[in-house]
């Protein structure tokens, strides 16, 4: 099973930073910023079909044959490539950048390395935030689920239902970065969206999880909890708009990377702390604290609104 989700992780991680990449780049300049929005729903959408499909085929067939489920998008997405062209854009950077120094390198160094560091650690606080929510929704409402008088079938099913509305809220959070983004800046519109995750991740998880009858409102936040976890699709705007077209997918590989990496060691941590207290709503709620020292940071990264793809 690790070794699966080894693999699983190994592709998605490659995938958002090169399609977040290409969607800036190939699509019309006034397109592009919707198009973030757009990109980012799939992987939410893709979390509604896997609580839709485990409610029905899981709850009868088991695990193995979710899957196998699985092989439907792996055959559409190679499809997919197969009709892809390269962008314009990097076509005639590569062209122009044969003097130049290495992408890495280049992100790393000079005026480029602050906002490389900026944008990185924001990416890592959404990630702590959002994947210990994520990772723990299920298990804290069996857990509700449970102590309601639910059987234990209901109640993993209940946990699939509780996953679909995550999504829900996650795919409309999307969708509203983009126009809010565009009216109110870049740097606003995280802001709002952090306060939000940090919000209803305390309320969540250490409030309503504790509640004699908690199922319901818990629940509840936890539409709003998706809602404002679609934060990620404006890192999907935002990032391509910092860095230039010869370093723009490694410094998004970059940015995506070390979140993850970190967000992976907090998500031990956190599960450490749930063994050591033997609570789940506790230790979950303080990583609302990331999020809070999130807003620190917001204000050393650049303001991109009303500005081009740089080329």
Not at 8 to 32: F, M, S
Not at 161 to 189: D, F, N, Q, Y
Not at 221 to 231: A, H, K, M, R, T
């Amino acid at each position: 099973m690790a070794l699966y989700r080894l693999i699983a992780g190994v592709g998605i991680g490659g995938e958002w930073a090169l399609a977040g990449t290409y969607v800036a780049e190939a699509w019309p300049e006034d397109r592009r910023k919707m198009g973030a929005g757009y990109l980012q729903t799939g992987y939410y959408a893709g979390f509604f079909l896997a609580a839709a499909l485990n409610y029905t085929v899981g709850a009868h067939f088991g695990w193995r044959a979710m899957f196998l489920t699985g092989v439907v998008p792996v055959v559409a997405s190679i499809i997919v490539l197969t009709r892809v062209k390269e962008s314009d854009k990097w076509k005639n950077a590569g062209v122009s950048a044969t003097q130049s120094k290495p992408p890495l390198a280049a992100i790393l160094s000079g005026t480029q390395a602050k906002r490389t560091l900026v944008a990185a650690a924001l990416l890592t606080v959404a990630i702590i935030g959002l994947w210990a929510g994520a990772v723990y929704e299920p298990s804290a409402v069996i857990q509700l689920a449970t102590k309601a008088g639910m059987t234990p079938i209901d109640a993993g099913k209940m946990a699939s239902v509780a996953t679909g509305l995550l999504s829900i809220g996650t795919i409309l959070g999307c969708l509203a970065v983009p126009p809010m983004a565009e009216k109110i800046g870049r740097r606003k519109t995280l802001a709002v969206y952090f306060v939000g995750m940090a919000a209803s991740i305390a309320a969540s998880f250490g409030w309503a999880f504790y509640l004699p009858n908690g199922l319901a409102p818990f629940m509840a936040i936890l539409f709003v909890l998706g809602f404002f976890g679609g934060n990620f699709a404006l890192f999907s705007l935002w990032l391509p708009e910092q860095f230039e077209t010869r370093v723009r997918a490694t410094a998004f590989a970059f940015c995506t990377s070390v979140g993850r990496f970190v967000g992976a060691g907090v998500n031990f941590l956190v599960g450490a702390a749930v063994l050591r207290m033997a609570t789940l709503g506790i230790p979950i709620a303080c990583t609302a604290i990331a999020f809070l020292l999130g807003l620190l940071l917001i204000p050393f990264a650049p303001e991109t609104k009303g500005q081009r793809l740089p080329e």
